[in-house]
Nanobody, 121 residues
């Protein structure tokens, strides 16, 4: 019943910016940690950034200072602002959220289908 839908992916030149967003919908009571992961061909899916319900954040070292994660708890959305993009950032970006459904006792991890970000050199 819970879905995560990403948007904002596309093609951008190196040094440019892109903003990804993810909206959670369905029978949601609350959302704990939300995050962005990415996966490039030949690599494992890796954490890019995450943010707790209280606003605490962490980032993988390669994006620190360039990416900013934020959330709007009222709208059940999480955003990843990506600046100074590099070709190495090219990957499919996936939204992740720990969601407590309205009719459940425990949090469940949900994943979006992913959105492709391509950074050209």
């Amino acid at each position: 019943q819970v879905q995560l839908v990403e948007s904002g992916g596309g093609v951008v030149q190196a040094g440019g910016s892109l903003r990804l967003s993810c909206a959670a919908s369905g029978s949601i009571f609350s959302i704990d940690t939300m995050g962005w992961y990415r996966q490039a061909p030949g690599n494992q899916r890796e954490l890019v950034a995450r943010i707790t319900s209280g606003g605490s954040t962490n980032y993988t070292d390669s994006v620190k200072g360039r990416f900013t994660i934020s959330r709007d708890n009222a709208k059940n959305t999480v955003t990843l602002q990506m600046n100074s993009l590099k070709p190495e950032d090219t990957a499919v970006y996936y939204c992740n959220a720990a969601v407590l459904g309205s009719y459940y006792y425990n949090y469940i991890n949900y994943w979006g289908k992913g959105t492709l970000v391509t950074v050209s050199s």
